[in-house]
Each structure stands twice: as structure tokens, then as C-alpha cells.
Nanobody, 119 residues
Framework: QVHLVESGGGLVQPGGSLRLSCAAS????????MSWYRQAPGQERELLAV????????NYLDSVKGRFTISRDNAKNTVYLQMNSLKPDDTAVYYC????????????WGQGTQVTVSS
């Protein structure tokens, strides 16, 4: 059974940092592209960052470039999102997603973790 479990969210002051984790199980993690999304109330879910099957290939939404870093540890089946210089506009539910890199497309989502940036 596939599981993606996010953790690390919480309340943080503006300018602070958080590191989100997404622990994967039930599928061949090392063959999946991993990504982080977020969804604020009343807004569409947006793609923040993507990491390929190794941490050497990454892409970011412009608004988080330089503040957020995505990485993965294939030995631990975990993907991370390090978030620095957080702003109130970063408040949202953050989700991880796994997409297969083979000929057949499989896609899995986590349940989300709340991040609130407020003083």
C-alpha cells in the first residue's frame, strides 16, 4: 500500500524557517520524480519545487527560488523541503507528490501538512 506522509509543518514567525519531510513507502521511490505543492485557502494548488530521481535535478517556482530547497534521500525514501525567510504569503497546506518515471504513469499524493507564517 502506498503512503506519502508529510511532517514538519507548524506555526512560524515571518523570517523563520521550517523543514518539511515526506516519507514514502509502498512504491519504488528511487524511480519517482518528487515534488512539493501548496494550497492556500480559496486558491488553486501550485507547484513549488520538483526533484528528479537524484537531487541533482531540481526546479522551482520563481517566487520561492532562493528561499526554498528541495532534496531527497533515496536511502530513507524521503523528500524534503527546506523553507527559509518565510513570509505570511507562504501560509498554506503543503503537499508532496510522487510521479513515476517509467512508461506507465502513476501519481500519488500525501495528505498535506499545514504551514502558518504569522507573528
Amino acid at each position: 500500500q502506498v503512503h506519502l506522509v508529510e511532517s514538519g509543518g507548524g506555526l512560524v514567525q515571518p523570517g523563520g524557517s521550517l523543514r518539511l519531510s515526506c516519507a514514502a513507502s509502498g512504491f519504488a521511490f528511487t524511480t519517482y520524480t518528487m515534488s512539493w505543492y501548496r494550497q492556500a485557502p480559496g486558491q488553486e494548488r501550485e507547484l513549488l519545487a520538483v526533484v528528479g530521481v537524484t537531487s541533482g535535478s531540481t526546479n522551482y517556482l520563481d517566487s520561492v527560488k532562493g528561499r526554498f530547497t528541495i532534496s531527497r534521500d533515496n536511502a530513507k525514501n524521503t523528500v524534503y523541503l527546506q523553507m527559509n525567510s518565510l513570509k505570511p504569503d507562504d501560509t498554506a497546506v503543503y503537499y508532496c507528490k510522487a510521479v513515476s518515471s517509467g512508461s506507465r504513469r502513476y501519481e500519488y499524493w500525501g495528505q498535506g501538512t499545514q504551514v502558518t507564517v504569522s507573528s
